[in-house]
C-alpha cells in the first residue's frame, strides 16, 4: 500500500513543486477505497483526493501516505481536521513532516485518539522529495549537477563547444532530469559557447523550471536564448546597467565574484527544492569548492577528446591521492550508447 502511495506520489514528480511530492492510499482490509496524489502547489492535497474518492467508505479506513499529513492552515486547511472528520482510524506515514509550519500533524492525531505510526519504506519517502527536505531542513536546495563526458572525463573542447558529446537517448533522459527540477542553473561561460535554452523539449511537463545565470559581470548577451522566454534570473557581483529580459540580483563575495551558497540560500528562499547544475568546468569547480554539490548525474560517452577538452570540474592543489574528492555510486546504467552514472558526495 505505501509503495501504490509512493507511485501515486510520483505523478506529481514535474508538477507539484515547490510543494512535495505526495500520494495516498486509502485501505478497508485489503481493498483499496480511495487514492489521491498532490498535482500542483495551492490544488488539494493528496489526502483530500483519497477522502473525496473514498465518500464513505473512509469511516474507519487505514490511510497511508508518505508524508505525514499537515497540521496547518497553509493555502489549504489542515489535512488532520479532514482525517478526524471522516474518522479514519488508523494512518500509516512513511516520513514526518520536515516544513516546521505544517509538522507534528501525527502527533495531534494521536491524542485525538487516531493510530498514527511513521517510517515505512522512510527511504524511498525522503528520496522522492530529497529537495523538499533539503530546503526544509538545510535552507538550500538539492544540486544535482549534470555532466556529459567523454570516457576520458573530456566535457568540450578547449573553445568551449560541447554540443553534442553524448547520444540522443541519453539527451532526452537528462531533459527528464531538468523536468523535475525547480531551477536549471549555468554560467556565463556556457551561455556564450553553447548558447543554450535551459528549457525541457524532450520531455512532456506542465511546468517550464526557472532559468538561472550566474554571470558575475553581466556579459551576457540580451540575445542570449536562455532570456528568449522571459523570467529567467541572473545572479552577478556587479551593478546592472544593462536592459536584460531578466532579474538580476546582486551576490558579490570579497573576490567580486557570486556568493554561490548565499545563492543557495536565496534560490531556497524563492522554493526551489531540487536545482539542476548545466555548467561548465569553470563554475562546477567553483561550485564544489564551494561545497555547493550534493550529487552527479553523470553521462559517459564511449569516446576520447584528449588533454587539451576541458575537463568536468575545476579542481586542483591536490598534492596526495587522499585529497581527491570522493563520491559513492548510487546508480549506474546504460541509456543508449551511453553509461549514465549518479554518485553522491
Ligand atoms: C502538499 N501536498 O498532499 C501534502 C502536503 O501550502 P499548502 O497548504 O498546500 O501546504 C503545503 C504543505 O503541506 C507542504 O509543505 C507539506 O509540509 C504539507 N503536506 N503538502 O503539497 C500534500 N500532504
Ligand atoms: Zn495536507
Redesign the pocket.
Known sequence: MMARALELAGKGLYS?TP??R?G?VLTQGETIVGEG??ER????????VAIGQAGDRAAGATLY?N?E??S?????PP?IDLLQKNRISRVIAAML???P???HGGAQLAAAGIAFEHGLMEGAARELNIG?VSR?TRGRPWVRMKIAATLDGRTALANGKSQWITGPEARKDGHRWRARACAILTGIGTVKADDPRLTVREVETPRQPLRVIVDSRLGISPKARVLEAGGALIFCAVDSIKELNAEMQKLPNPQGKVELPLMLEELARRGVNELHVEAGFRLNGSLLREGCVDEFLIYLNPSLLGDEAQGMVSISGFSSLNQRTKLRITSMDRIGDDIRILARL
Open positions: 507539484a510543494n512535495p505526495v495516498c496524489w498532490h502547489t495551492g490544488g488539494p492535497h493528496a489526502e483530500v501516505v508524508l499529513p499537515c496547518h492552515h497553509g493555502r489549504t489535512c513532516d520536515p516544513n509550519k505544517a509538522a523538499f526544509m
